[in-house]
């Protein structure tokens, strides 16, 4: 038994949920998103609620179970509220600038690092130290975090580098004469 997917989806207000067959489509304040739920998940809508339910006990059809729940309920928290990732950079001279399309990062290469932002997706930099990253999609959002921290890993001697805001990093003694 999925203890994720025996929980319903709550739709709140102002969001609107299409269901056609398996393909799900959620509007709201931050845009529509859409997916398309497996085929060995059954879905129903009772009132402002999503129910999943496996088509058979297979072990795929219950593996897939409380994925397909988790992926809608992410669908309507993100067309609803959207999703919020924060990053820091630690270093002297490392720092962010934001505009419309790019965001140019200087982070002690000998030239600066741009990167495009995506459709969607809105990056903010709060201080030139502080990035915050907004959309409606968490996948799209995670995946450019991602992204952004991996051109400069935080290193444990020093802590300098890009790291998520909730990230502990753990710091080892340096050398001893």
């Given at each position: 038994?999925?203890?994720v997917?025996?929980?319903?989806?709550?739709?709140?207000?102002?969001v609107?949920?299409?269901l056609?067959?398996q393909?799900?489509?959620?509007?709201?304040?931050?845009g529509?998103?859409?997916?398309?739920v497996?085929?060995?998940?059954?879905?129903t809508?009772?009132?402002?609620?999503?129910?999943?339910?496996?088509?058979?006990?297979?072990r795929?059809?219950?593996?897939?179970w409380?994925?397909a729940?988790?992926l809608?309920?992410?669908?309507?928290?993100g067309?609803?509220?959207?999703f919020?990732?924060n990053?820091?950079?630690?270093?002297?001279?490392?720092?962010a600038?934001?505009?419309?399309?790019?965001?140019?990062?200087?982070?002690?290469?000998?030239h600066?690092?741009?990167?495009?932002?995506?459709?969607?997706?809105?990056?903010?930099?709060?201080k030139?130290t502080?990035i915050?990253?907004?959309?409606?999609?968490?996948?799209?959002?995670?995946?450019?975090?991602?992204?952004i921290?991996s051109?400069r890993p935080?290193?444990p001697?020093?802590g300098?580098?890009?790291?998520?805001?909730?990230?502990?990093?753990?710091?080892?003694?340096?050398?001893?004469?």
């Amino acid at each position: 038994m999925s203890r994720v997917g025996k929980n319903p989806v709550v739709v709140p207000a102002g969001v609107t949920v299409d269901l056609k067959g398996q393909h799900l489509k959620a509007k709201g304040k931050r845009g529509e998103l859409q997916f398309t739920v497996h085929d060995d998940v059954e879905v129903t809508r009772d009132g402002d609620a999503l129910s999943f339910k496996p088509r058979n006990d297979s072990r795929r059809a219950r593996m897939q179970w409380g994925t397909a729940r988790n992926l809608a309920s992410n669908l309507v928290k993100g067309v609803s509220d959207g999703f919020t990732i924060n990053l820091e950079i630690n270093g002297v001279g490392y720092r962010a600038q934001a505009d419309a399309k790019n965001l140019k990062l200087q982070l002690g290469f000998s030239h600066d690092v741009e990167v495009p932002i995506p459709a969607g997706i809105q990056i903010k930099a709060l201080k030139p130290t502080e990035i915050e990253i907004t959309g409606a999609d968490r996948q799209k959002v995670g995946q450019l975090a991602a992204e952004i921290r991996s051109l400069r890993p935080p290193e444990p001697y020093k802590g300098k580098g890009i790291k998520y805001s909730t990230e502990t990093i753990r710091r080892k003694e340096g050398k001893k004469k």
